[in-house]
């Protein structure tokens, strides 16, 4: 799963990664919750639109859970997520993501060269107010030992791709993203609360190193 994620990234890092005219101020982010607002993508035309949505959907009955991710593996066939999948996905713009490996044992995961990622969502509107959950795949690789699950991140290139065209063109880009993409070392617990957002969030434990995958462990897409 992803419960929690940074967002660190510059105008012009946006820009030059994603060629999206940012108009608002952005203010780095260094730990999202669910039921925050965040900066997702979705497609305006040739071009990419940066817009401001909450993350998650309240629950509809009470039996119902507070959602923020959908396995790409089912989409299609929730009745909740389908309909988003064929007509209203999204890109949730990262820097970073938290997952725990135990409780209050939590690792921050990152691209291999720090930059920007996209992570496949699904956008919501209801009434005046914008949501949106995150897609996951199953782990990867070394990144299974700390979850068994992590977000759906877009191979850079595929963005409008995943934006445009049908459902069954975009089940094409439902890949899992191979843990050779990325880095990833333990940080303080503090990041479990919400309300804390601060750079030392993403700061190693002393001693601790950044561990990349090992390219022969199978984890390259072919």
Known sequence: MCGRFTSTATTDELMRRFGVTILQNLR?????APSQNSM??????????????????????????????????????????RDAFSLSRCIVVASGWYEWSAPK??????????GVM??????????SQSRFVIMTSAADGKLAEIHHRQPLVLAAGTEMQWLGG?????????????????????VAPDVGKAGID?????????????????????DLFG
């Open 40 to 81: 997702v993508l979705v497609r305006d035309g040739l071009h990419l639109q940066a817009k401001t949505a909450e993350w998650g959907l309240p629950p509809t009955g009470p039996n119902k859970s507070f959602l923020i991710n959908a396995r790409m593996e089912t989409v299609r066939e929730k009745p909740t997520f």
């Open 118 to 127: 996209a992570m496949a969502g699904l956008l919501f509107q209801q009434g």
């Open 198 to 218: 601060h750079p030392g969030l993403v700061t190693p434990l002393e001693g601790d190193a950044l561990l990349p995958a090992k390219p022969d462990q199978g």
């Open 28 to 32: 780095p982010r260094w730990n999202i």
């Open 105 to 114: 044992t939590p690792w921050h995961i990152q691209l291999s060269d720090g």
């Open 166 to 186: 049908t459902a069954d063109q975009a089940a094409n880009y439902c890949e899992i993203a191979p843990a050779s993409w990325f880095n990833w070392y333990r």
